[in-house]
């Protein structure tokens, strides 16, 4: 009897394994050239819109039959630069993106995006293009 209870735990096994090698994919991670990339943001109100810079500090794409399916980058939130403006406007607005107020860049350093699922829309195809 502990020979075929045996034999049908071992087919059991068997089974299971091939199941979990049927249902896996392969996902390719594609690291982020950090030195060649940043995040261009704006950031509207009711009178203008600014825009600016972050730094990305580390990130990568994950791909699937040649498609995007997640993703996770890592900011570095202290290296925020407002690109519209100069002078005293410029520093005004970067330290209050970067107070409590905001961000609270000096309790929150960096900040992490995370891409859990991922579905193909062209609009936001074409401003990921850009940037």
Known sequence: ????????????????????VAFTTDVEK????IKDS???????????TNTGTINLN????????????GGEFT????????????GEDKTKLENHLSSEDFFAVDKYPTAKFVINTAEKNLMVFMEFLEI
């Open 1 to 20: 009897m502990k020979t075929k209870s045996n034999f049908t735990k071992s087919i059991l096994a068997v089974i299971m394994a091939f199941t979990l």
């Open 30 to 33: 594609k690291k982020v050239n």
């Open 38 to 48: 940043k995040i261009v943001w704006s950031g509207e109100t009711l009178v203008l």
């Open 58 to 69: 580390e990130g990568y794409f994950e791909f699937e039959k040649g498609k995007i399916v």
């Open 75 to 86: 900011v570095d939130m202290t290296s925020i630069n407002v690109t519209n403006l100069k």
